[in-house]
């Protein structure tokens, strides 16, 4: 509403201007014809030898064209001389035109009232350079006062009719901006209750079409961060849930139960199992909050093999117990620029879900290579492979590609995902290659570093 009544000020104010440039317009046109007819008349009067009546009226006689309302001639005395109306010779006239034009200025007067023009001019009648007297006329113009009335009264009009345009426009504009900007918080409440479906339609290319657009994308990024929470819920609380229910079956039975001593060391057994496996997965949950949310230490120097070496003794049991067969070539040892408890977890990680996947008689195996720029880890198994269309997913969070066989064997979904943040935080590069039914193979790029380039950092 205040852009509405700066617009009525400012078409008042031009209505107002352009009623004051027509007056002044006609002002300056009237103000050029009566000088021009005073001065002629005062010139021809000034040639006279005597001013009295008789020759004063034979000279004003003679301009016919003169076309004034009232004109009089007074003498240096301002007495009248002649008078068009009916003031008697010898009167006395006090007005101020003529007091002016006898002190020798040209004097002109404008008044517009009530549709009409009344304009006044006194000159003073010169003879050999002496004023002796004035000629003073005056003009009653009704019709140029109707005309300028009419063209007042057209602004008037046009200057009302654009004030209701602006009037009317607003209305509709508030009202259309008032009914878009409440679909626009009707549609918050729905996403504030819980309903991250809802998509607001707005019509238009303006700003709050903007805002609509903005909106649906953030109601998206909600929709889909609320259904990856709901997934982690779900995928936590039921890994969570498992080997808490078999600790307590099997304590539940060691407490109920009269068992032998070896019995009770394996229930015991288990249930340090399942711990360790709760211990794991709670592990898993930490590392990827601090991998995304905390800032890392400070990138060390390191070479990847004896790494790699205490990975691989600490996970040959469990490539025995699966038949597999766990081979390395480590002869390209390349020291790179990598956080050692990072690279333990990477290799751990990935050694580990290659032996998880494998099939009985399978092979794993981790080599290591170096080109001019890169260290390089390979981490292959002859597994049943990653389909196709699951490859772009297997580093986000919880996704798994076979769900029963990953619960099975302890998959969170976790351990990819831990491996990708790892990586990049290392400034590495990981890529798989995987044909289904055949295995698959894990290639990690790291920035490799010289001997001498090891001492120069160092010193």
């Keep these: 509403m205040v852009y509405v009544a700066i617009t009525f000020i400012a ?33 021809e009067i000034g040639m006279l ?38 003031t008697q010779s010898g009167t006395p006239v006090e007005l101020t035109q003529i007091t002016k034009a006898l002190a020798g200025n040209d004097v002109f007067t404008w008044n517009y009232h009530d549709g009409v023009m009344v304009s006044e001019v006194a000159t003073p009648i010169m003879s050999s350079g002496v004023t002796v007297g004035c000629i003073y006329m005056m003009e009653q113009d009704a019709q140029q006062g109707q005309l300028l009335k009419s063209i007042q009264m057209v602004i008037l009009s046009i200057t009302l009719i654009l004030e209701l345009a602006v009037f009317l426009f607003s209305v509709a504009f508030s009202h259309s901006f008032s009914k878009r900007l409440n679909r626009i918080m009707t549609s918050m409440r729905i996403i ?58 099997l304590s539940d039975s060691i407490l109920q139960n009269d068992m032998d001593i070896e019995t009770i060391r394996e229930f015991v057994g288990d249930i340090g199992e399942e711990a360790e496996r709760l211990t794991r997965m709670s592990q898993k949950l930490l590392d990827l909050t601090r991998g995304e949310d905390v800032e890392a230490e400070k990138a060390e120097i390191n070479y990847m093999a004896p790494t790699v070496e205490r990975v691989v003794r600490m996970l040959s ?66 597994g049943s492979g990653i389909p196709e269309d699951a ?26 995902s831990i491996v990708r943040n790892m990586v990049q935080r290392n400034e590495g590069e990981i890529h798989v290659d995987s044909t289904f039914g055949m295995g698959t193979t894990f290639t990690l790029k790291f920035t490799a570093f010289d001997t001498e380039d090891t001492i120069e950092l160092e010193q």
């Excluded at 969070?397 to 076979?402: A, E, G, K, L, S």
């Design 11 to 43: 078409l008042l104010i031009l209505n107002l201007y352009c009623s004051s440039s027509c007056q002044r317009l006609f002002y300056e046109n009237k103000e050029d014809t009566m000088v021009e007819k005073s001065q002629l008349a005062a010139t």
């Design 49 to 86: 030898n005597v001013l009295t009546e008789t020759t004063v009226s034979n000279t004003v006689n003679k301009f016919s064209n003169l076309k004034v309302t009232q004109l009089l001639v007074t003498d240096q005395e301002g007495l009248v001389i002649y008078d068009s109306g009916s």
């Design 192 to 249: 504030q209750d819980g309903d991250f479906t809802h998509k607001v339609t707005m019509d238009g290319n303006d700003e709050l079409t903007v805002l609509g657009d903005e909106f649906n994308n953030l109601a998206k990024r909600l929709q889909t961060s609320e259904h990856k929470r709901q997934q982690f819920v779900s995928d936590a609380s039921h890994e969570l849930k498992t080997p808490l229910a078999s600790i307590k079956l």
């Design 317 to 382: 049991p469990h490539a025995k117990q699966s038949q597999l067969e766990l081979i390395t070539n480590l002869e390209c040892d390349t020291p790179v620029l990598i956080r050692e408890d990072d690279l333990y977890r990477i290799v751990f990680n990935l050694v580990e879900n290659a032996i998880k996947y494998n099939i009985p008689g399978g092979k794993v195996t981790v080599s290591l290579e170096r080109t001019e720029e890169w260290g390089i880890l390979k981490v292959s198994d002859t």
């Design 391 to 416: 490859i772009p997913h297997i580093f986000e969070r919880f996704y798994r590609v076979d769900k029963a066989r990953s619960r099975a064997s302890g998959g969170s979904g976790l351990g990819l």
